[in-house]
Each structure stands twice: as structure tokens, then as C-alpha cells.
């Protein structure tokens, strides 16, 4: 029986990182669909809802991105709180690479360098006032 644990078990692990090597090379999307995103959240729900793999469940990206799967749908949720008005967790930073590989885009990159070059572009004005 444990040597059938162990084969499944490598197996899933196979499996997995057959899946991140596949699933190398996000894409862009396109930036008018980014700027659209007020919140990281947003941003977040963007690449989600244009993954590449359609078919993906919040579960399986936890398994892709070893994250806990009850987690993933308080960070795979367009509603910032739950119904008890309890905030969701966000997607935490570490893992925006991996998300990123198992969605197959690059929204949430592309959200947080647009901010960025906004935040720099303040700075910048409110210098030369």
C-alpha cells in the first residue's frame, strides 16, 4: 500500500511540474484591460478570468503554485470582502510569479509596474512644484 502512496504521490508531483514548465511564458494583456484595474485585487481577478487554460480550478492552482487551496478563493475573488464584511486576504507577493506561470499572463506584473511608473510620475511632478 505505501509503495502505491509513493508512486501516486510522484506521479502528482510529476504532474505538477510538468504543468510550470508548460505553462512558462505568460503573456501580456492588453494594457487598456490593465489600466481598468483600480486594485491589486483587480488586477489579480484579470488574470484569472483570462487564463490561459480555461478548464484550471482555484484547486488546481493551488497545487501548481503551492498555495493552500482554501486561501486561493479569498485571493481569486473580485469582492474585497466576504459577506460577514470580512476582508479577503490578497494574493500574497512571493507567489505572483508562480500565478502568473499557471495563468499563463502577466496582468498582475503589468498592474503593479503601471502603478509604479504612476507613483514615480508624482514624485516627479510634486518635485517641481
Not at 15 to 24: F, M, N, Q, S
Not at 80 to 101: H, T
Request: charged letters at 30%; hydrophobic letters at 45%; a positive charge.
Amino acid at each position: 500500500m505505501q509503495v502505491q502512496e509513493l508512486l501516486r504521490a510522484r506521479a502528482t508531483h510529476t504532474a505538477i511540474e510538468e504543468e510550470k514548465a508548460a505553462l512558462k511564458g505568460a503573456d501580456f494583456l492588453p494594457e487598456d484591460a490593465v489600466a481598468n484595474c483600480s486594485t491589486y485585487r483587480a488586477a489579480v481577478w484579470l488574470a484569472w478570468e483570462n487564463r490561459r487554460h480555461r478548464g484550471m480550478t482555484k484547486s488546481r492552482l493551488a497545487e501548481v503554485c503551492d498555495l493552500y487551496a482554501p486561501h486561493v478563493t479569498h485571493f481569486v475573488n473580485p469582492l474585497a470582502q466576504d459577506g460577514k464584511g470580512k476582508r479577503r486576504a490578497d494574493l500574497p507577493a512571493e507567489k505572483i510569479s508562480a500565478f502568473e506561470a499557471a495563468v499563463g499572463n502577466r496582468a498582475v506584473s503589468q498592474w503593479l509596474s503601471r502603478r509604479a511608473r504612476l507613483t514615480i510620475m508624482e514624485e516627479m511632478i510634486a518635485a517641481r512644484s
